[in-house]
Structure formats: C-alpha cells, structure tokens
C-alpha cells in the first residue's frame, strides 16, 4: 500500500532529539505535504530519507522492503530523488549536462546524444525545458524544472520538494503544480515540505504535520481547514493578521524617494530612478522577485549605502551623504535584512538589544551594564522575548533573535520603519507575532516599508502595494484592488501600471 514508510525514526544530534519517534506513510502517486514549525524536524527527516542523515534508531522500507540509505546515491538507487530550495546546478553548463552530471560512467559525453536523451525525457514528462540550454540564462522556475527532470532521469519514483515555491511569482507555482498533478497521474509520489498552508490545501491529498520533532498526525486534506492545520502545528488557535482600518488620505508624507539610482554590489544598474513615498500611519509593501534591487534599496533606507544620485527625504529634510547614525537620529529605523548578520552571536541577549545606542549607556568612556541590562529586562518582558539577558544570542532560535531585533529597533518609536524580508524563515506564530509588531507600528503613526518576496504577507498588512522589477517601481496598486495574478504578472515585467 505505501510506497515510503518511516517506522519509529529517531534523530539524535547530541543533546537534541531532532525526529522522536517518527511514523510517515507514502501512497504510491500522492502529493503528501509535511508541515511544520521550524525546527520542528521536517527537513531532517526528509534528509535521512535521501541519505543526507542516517537515523539513530527506527526502519524505512521502500516498496515494502526493509532498507539501508548511507548516502544520496543509495537514495537514488531506490528511486528516490529530493529537490533542495537552494538548486544544485552548474551555471555555465547546459540543461543536458547538468541532468546527467554525475550519472554517466564515460568520460567523454556525446553532447548530440545526451541533448536528445534529455529532450526525450522532458518530453515524457511534459516539462517545457530546451536542453540546449545555459543554465544561468534560465528563470528560477525553469531551473526547478530541471532539477525535477534531473530527479525524473534518474528514475525517480518518490520526489521530495523541499519550500519549492519560496523564489517563484504565482504563475511559476500555477505551473509547478500543472507539473506535479500531471507526474502524480503518471504514479509518482511526491512529498512537499512547505510553511504556506494555502498552497498545501491546494495541492496536497494528505498531510503530516510534525511539531517538537514528534508527529501529530496525517489527515486527508479534504477533511481539514488551514486554520486546523496552524493549530496542528503551533498547539493553538492561530488567527491570521490582517489589516483592519484604512488609511487616513490626509496624513503627511514622512519618507519621500525620487529618482533614486545606485549601483549593485558588481557595480552594476540595482536602482534605475526609482520614486516612492509613504505616509504617516500607512505599510507600503514592495513587492517583487528577489534581485531586483530591493538589498539596495534597505541599505540606502539604513544609510549602509549611497545612491550614485536622487533625493531622499524624511520630513523634507534629505538624507543623502548622511551616516546610517544620522538616519537613526532623523527617524529612521531598519530591521536587518538577515537576523544573524543583525547581531553578534557570542554576545549576549542584552549587549545585542544595546548595540546600536552604546553612546547612550556610557559615562566617562564607561559602559554602564547595570543600566543596559535595566533596559534589556524591560524590553525582553514587553516584545516577549523568550530569553534570558545573559543568554549568548547565537542560542535563541530564529523567532526569538528577531523578537530581540524589533525591540531594539522599534522601542526607540522611530517614525520610518523599513522591514526588509521580516518573517524569513519564520514559523507560522514568529510569523504573526512579527506582522503583528508592524500593525502596531502603522497604528502609532509611523510610515511602514515593508519589503517581502511573500505576497500572502504582502496582500495581508499592506495599505498599497509597489512593484519593483529590475531596480524600477514598474507600479503601485491600493491593496483592495491587488491581486496575486496581477502583482504575479507585474512581478515578471509583463505589466506596468500606474496608481
């Protein structure tokens, strides 16, 4: 009956019980997701199924026989095959090359003969790739396809995707799950590991959710509601976070951006006369796929960075050639991209939440650490830091490290807050609680920039919605007439649009 089954896997990694005991069953040609918090073991265990991991204790059987998997290649061999979020594809190499690397025993390929091989197999499984072709010159969604079709080659019959939507526009995902319904008619099995529950509802039979390591349980997805499915995996009711109150038309315009360019860090176009503005008590999200200049466009916002030209304008007064200190004391308040850059992971929980404001906290060329613990104490209690002030910062986990960088950032009420990929990697309650911090925000009065590659978060808090494709706002949109299809179609240059 099951074409993968888990029995009783446990994962050990010193101290901590990564997988507790874990049953998985597989049917042959289902789409099964495994959802989860982070770090409740999803990957792990998907990684011990490939071979990545071996399994302290507990059996697998594939096709009802008891097996043994040291290694990817042994995975293979048994017919399973994984698709990792980050692509292991060779850039300067064709689609063909890299479907065959490391799956041909000849040193010298016989390019004519692998390109027909490989054209042969993407037509057998309808997946719309030119074997011909450089990988690097591929979108991200063609580049998932061959890495599906590098699985399929090896003769794959079990496909584990793993967050396989995280860096696609929503038509990509509406072709990715054209793709997946068409190999599931065609017997093969496919588990799909992901946070984002409406797309689990949508193209998933069943689903095992895992929390604390341990299963909680496999439903029918018919049978179950997203709202159930966040219960199952954060052991509550979770209520979505939306925006409840428009905005007022008349409230000032706090941060003002024209014509602004700059450079990437190869020195090439990232900003090519980019225009915003936002207004006091509103979130403008920034919509768009990664790379299209919205790194640049938080470090300009920071002061990390200068634009080659452009104004920049908090309250009429311009920022350009000012230190990201005199963006802080002008009102400027940015939550860091990536957390573990944000802090200083040998250091404590209360030396991180004074790091940027250390002036404030000296006398006579003295730190006073009676004053900064004071202060951390005060903030852990009212941003819920789950944390000790003396805990080292590099052992919280990934929702309380940003609880620590929104109370050091938003307690000084700055009236500019830019919030580049907040919830990143966040599980479903980090998530709220976050989303939650940047409503309050726009409730005090301050102007929210919030720039996200997740657009359920960016149709959810955002007031109006700009999209910004290659280093350009190519148009902003009130939230109550955005659509996914229309941001998705905007996202990929397809569509301009003016407000």
């Known amino acids: 009956m099951y074409i993968v089954e888990m029995q ?21 040609g289902e789409i099964h997701a495994l959802l989860g918090e982070n770090g409740a073991g999803k990957t792990t265990l998907m990684r011990i199924l490939y071979g990545l991991y071996q399994q302290t204790t507990g059996d697998i059987f594939i096709d009802g026989e008891k097996v043994t998997i040291n290694s990817p290649k042994d995975a293979i061999k048994k017919g399973v095959g994984m698709v990792t979020q980050h692509f292991a594809l060779v ?27 490989v054209g042969e197999a993407a037509d057998q499984f309808s997946l719309d790739i030119n074997p011909k072709s450089i990988v690097r010159h591929l979108s991200v969604g063609q580049r998932q396809r061959v890495e599906i079709l590098k699985a399929l080659y090896r003769n794959a019959k ?24 068409r190999l599931r008619k065609d017997d093969l099995s496919v588990i799909f590991i992901s946070h984002k529950l409406d797309e689990v509802t949508k193209i998933t039979d069943r689903v095992t959710v895992l929390r604390d390591g341990k ?24 209520f979505g976070v939306t925006r409840q109150t428009e905005i007022n038309p008349d409230n000032k315009k706090i941060l003002e951006v024209e014509d602004l360019c700059a450079l990437d ?20 999200g920034i919509a768009g796929v990664g790379g299209n200049g919205q790194k640049e466009l938080a470090e300009i916002l920071s002061g990390v960075k200068s634009p080659t030209s452009g104004v920049l304008k908090i ?9 990201p200190s005199d963006f802080s004391k002008m009102g400027m308040g940015r939550i860091p991209e990536d957390r573990h850059e944000g802090v200083v992971g040998d250091l404590t929980v209360y030396e ?27 903030l852990i209690k009212n941003f819920q830091i789950k944390a000790k002030p003396s805990d080292r910062i590099r052992t919280l986990s990934g929702g309380n490290m940003q609880k620590v960088l929104l109370a050091r950032v938003l307690s000084r009420q700055p009236e500019v807050v830019i919030a580049p990929q907040p919830t990143r990697g966040l599980d479903v309650g ?23 590659e997740d657009l359920d978060e960016i149709l959810s808090i955002s007031d109006r919605i700009a999209v910004i494709y290659e280093g350009e706002i190519v148009g902003t949109i009130n939230a109550q007439d955005a659509t996914p299809e229309k941001l998705g179609l905007m996202m990929s240059g397809a569509l301009r649009e003016e407000a």
């Not at 998530?431 to 009065?445: D, F, I, K, M």
């Open 315 to 323: 309250n009429d007064k311009n920022l350009v050639g000012k230190d």
């Open 158 to 181: 079990v496909l584990i995707l793993d967050e396989p939507t995280a860096v696609l526009v929503p038509q990509e995902v509406d072709s990715l799950f054209e793709t997946l319904n």
């Open 91 to 117: 850039p300067p190499m064709t689609v063909a090359e890299n479907v065959v690397l490391g799956y041909t025993d000849s040193f010298v390929l016989d390019q004519a003969a692998i390109e027909k091989k």
């Open 215 to 238: 299963s909680i349980g496999t439903v029918d997805t018919v049978n179950v509601t997203q709202k159930q499915l966040a219960a199952m995996m954060v052991g509550r009711d979770t």
């Open 430 to 452: 980090a998530t709220e609680y976050v989303r939650q911090q940047l409503l309050e925000q726009r409730s005090r009065g301050a102007a929210v920039m919030l720039i996200s």
């Open 265 to 284: 860090d190869k020195g090439l176009p990232a900003l090519k006369n980019l225009k915003l503005s936002i207004r006091s008590g509103e979130i403008l």
């Open 8 to 28: 009783k896997v446990t994962k050990i990694f010193g101290e901590l019980v990564a997988n507790d005991h874990v049953d998985f069953q597989l049917r042959k």
């Open 352 to 378: 991180n939440l004074a790091l940027e404001h250390l002036d404030e906290y000296s006398k006579n060329g003295f730190l006073d650490k009676q004053a900064i613990r004071k202060n951390a104490e005060e």
